[in-house]
Antibody, heavy 113, light 112 residues
Framework: QVKLLQSGAALVKPGASVKMSCKASGYTFTDYWVSWVKQSHGKSLEWIGEIYPNSGATNFNEKFKGKATLTVDKSTSTAYMELSRLTSEDSAIYYC??????WGQGASVTVSS | DVVMTQTPVSLPVSLGGQASISCRSSQSLVHSNGNTYLHWYLQKPGQSPQLLIYRVSNRFSGVPDRFSGSGSGTDFTLKISRVEPEDLGDYYCLQSTHFPLTFGSGTKLEIK
């Protein structure tokens, strides 16, 4: 079955960067967009952007341009999201999804000194 | 950005009863290709969101027929009949017609 396995929780210092992974299995990785979604504590969901593994094409929410970088490694069916210049506002759970129909378990990022 | 207004914020229901959640968009969700990209998700406590309904009224694989979606243009509804304990959690609508994709603010379905 379709599975998206995300990397574990991260505790990072303000101003640093964090890179998280999302390993896909159970389907042809290059055939579906991978979207990333942010959920701040107790709040709703925000779409960050998406990447098409076959071509590397991306679409972003303007709010996250310059904050998030999306990449893929087709050889391992893994998608990555790097968040840069972290602040407390970036503390959240981040989900990867396969075209918004299958979701990873989420990765918690805490930004604290 | 398209604003998705979801009501109510909280919805107490009795087990076995019916629930209805509304989602209104600030602009039409009809795509230039004629499709309407409005979807519904359930996030159970401590879990990731799961897709229930896609493109207004299509139940995703494995979703019971107690869940139904309807609507058009800017006005959409999710109905849950014969509510069961496993239905409790936060419900979200999502539009993917326009970039950026945007979610509703959520409706918490809880036991009355």
């Amino acid at each position: 079955q379709v599975k998206l396995l995300q990397s574990g929780a991260a505790l990072v210092k303000p101003g640093a960067s964090v890179k998280m992974s999302c390993k896909a299995s159970g389907y042809t990785f290059t055939d579906y967009w991978v979207s990333w979604v942010k959920q701040s504590h107790g709040k709703s969901l925000e779409w960050i952007g998406e990447i098409y593994p076959n071509s590397g094409a991306t679409n972003f929410n303007e709010k996250f341009k310059g904050k998030a970088t999306l990449t893929v490694d087709k050889s391992t069916s893994t998608a990555y999201m790097e968040l840069s210049r972290l602040t407390s506002e970036d503390s959240a759970i981040y989900y990867c999804t396969r075209s918004l129909d299958a979701w990873g378990q989420g990765a918690s990022v805490t930004v604290s000194s | 950005d398209v604003v998705m207004t979801q009501t109510p914020v909280s919805l107490p229901v009795s087990l076995g009863g019916q629930a209805s959640i509304s989602c209104r968009s600030s602009q039409s969700l009809v795509h230039s290709n004629g499709n309407t990209y409005l979807h519904w998700y359930l996030q159970k406590p401590g879990q990731s969101p799961q897709l229930l309904i896609y493109r207004v009224s299509n139940r995703f694989s494995g979703v019971p027929d107690r869940f139904s979606g309807s609507g058009s243009g800017t006005d959409f509804t999710l109905k849950i009949s014969r509510v069961e304990p496993e239905d409790l959690g936060d419900y979200y609508c999502l539009q993917s017609t326009h970039f950026p994709l945007t979610f509703g603010s959520g409706t918490k379905l809880e036991i009355k």
